[in-house]
């Protein structure tokens, strides 16, 4: 396995200060990305949305502003701050806002003289910061080279984990043509981005689950000894799961040399595997009308105390996906995914059953923008669940993702965010981030929430408080991309996993075939 060098190339951030009119009033704050809707006094019934990236040097305010209802796509914006009072619009003033700050809610009057509307507006910060997503300055310079470990290896990585050792294990298949080999492959590396010799053959695992059909990775997860079990899908008709040493040896104690296999329903794709605190393996799927749940003992055995045969079936009208599945404190199994173009949480109890108990008789659905859809889940450490997901919303028409946030028993948490909803959107100047198919999350030890995937043509990671607003210590915006000196392909993050010290280790693809790690202070 060999090791190339790129370098990372990034942007850069800004700040503000007092407005220098004598009254010693503390300036307003208006520095980020702001989603508001204004309505009409003059005609009723018309209202519409806009959202400005205002950036703040003192008193003045630039940056750039949409608003759907006139045709406004990032439109020059200016603007000035005194006090809390607040003047800002278009630069040749199409629209005007008047109003107030306050932490991050803005609200006052507008007038649009052009289509003789006027009226009143509000509006949430949804991000802070300039947008300009510094990324050098939070690569890690201790790992592989300024941050970045470029291998040789034509592998799309599915997932990351970290022992306990400082050992950085990625997962994921082969690509096709490169060749299309019916495998999957685990790959080590030391804690500084090395490959790990002392990992499978020189840091690499692959294993045959199918000679014959395409093998694929759905998840990696690590027990107390650091042991690992991967979950692979072998064509259209088999769930293969694999348990291995920490060093990569295959455990013979685990099904038939390390492995099971269990014959899939009709249909049925393998989404997502989680191991319980007492070292059950829960593996989630679906096809087009069923969640399937199915619980497995540590040896590999199906567990019968489950649903009385190992799986569950609960039926779904409009099931589209299931995204993850993981469990929370109470033991409670929870099923991310999408139905009918909105999100659900689906409550089983340990049991299998439908957990009639939790939110609405055992499943809260959320509708956010149009064709939403779940990619990833996780749970903070007070046990709200996160889902990360896509939408189309009205002021931006390409897909654009977003976190939201619900309670522990299922209610939308009105804290986080905007009404429970943060959006990853119009972070570099004006472009919406796609974070395309590949959308992954990760929550560290102060519940900040990390994402993962791609903006155009290079990796994209973001982050934000448990508040729902973007981290600003995090790439002075809350948000980095990188490229990695690619020519003739595109860089894309498809990983993503913090490690106990709080860094993110983002996996990817660079020049569109190549393996790329990344870590991130």
Known sequence: LNLFIFAACGGSGGGGDNDGDGDNAPLGDMGGTWDGTWVSTVTTGLDGSFQARVIQSGSSLSGGIDIPFIGMDDAPLTGTVSGSSITFGDIDRTITFTGTVSGDRSSGTFSMPSYSQSGTWTADRTARGDGDGDSATDLDAGFGSNGVVVTDLHLTPMAVAVQSTGRILIAGDPMLNYPNTPEVRLVGL???????????????????????????????????????????????????????????????????????????????????????????????????????????????????????????????????????????????????????????????????????????????????????????????????????????????????????????????????????????????????????????????????????????????????????????????????TADFGSTGGWDHATAVAVQPDDKVLVAGVANSVKLVVARYN
Not at 463 to 472: A, C, E, I, N, Q
Request: aromatic share 8%; proline share 2%.
């Open 190 to 480: 030391t804690a500084s981005g090395q490959v790990d010799t002392a990992f499978g053959s020189d840091g690499i695992v692959a294993t045959v689950v199918d000679p014959i059909a395409a093998d694929r990775v759905c998840g990696l997860t690590l027990d107390e000894n650091d042991a690992i079990y991967l979950c692979a899908q072998a064509g259209w008709e088999t769930l293969a799961l694999l348990r291995y040493a920490s060093d990569g040896e295959p455990d013979t104690t685990f099904g038939s040399g390390g492995q099971i296999k269990v014959t899939l329903n009709p249909g049925e794709t393998t989404a997502a595997i989680h191991l319980t605190v007492d070292n059950k393996l829960l593996v989630a799927g679906y096809d087009n009308e069923n969640v399937q749940v199915r619980r497995f003992l540590a040896d590999g055995s199906v567990d019968t105390d489950f649903d009385a045969d190992g799986e569950a079936t609960i039926e779904i009208t409009g099931l589209q996906r299931v995204a993850d599945l993981s469990v929370d404190d109470s033991g409670r199994i929870l099923v991310g995914g999408t139905a009918n173009s909105d999100l659900f949480i689906l409550a089983l109890t340990d049991s299998g059953a439908v957990d009639t108990d939790w939110a609405s008789g055992g499943m809260t659905t959320l509708d956010e923008g149009s064709a939403d859809e779940a990619r990833d889940m996780a749970l903070l450490t007070d046990g709200r669940i996160v889902l990360a997901a896509f939408g189309v919303f009205e002021w931006r028409s390409p897909k654009t993702a977003f976190m939201a946030v619900h309670r522990s028993d299922g209610v939308i948490d009105d804290s986080f965010g905007t009404q429970g909803v943060s959006g990853v959107h119009d972070l570099d100047n004006g472009v919406a981030p796609l974070f395309d198919a590949y959308l992954q999350i990760a929550v560290d030890g102060q519940d900040r929430i990390t994402a993962a995937g791609i903006d155009t043509n290079r990796f994209l990671v973001a982050r934000w408080d448990g508040d729902g607003l973007l981290d600003t210590s995090f790439g002075g915006d809350g948000f980095a």
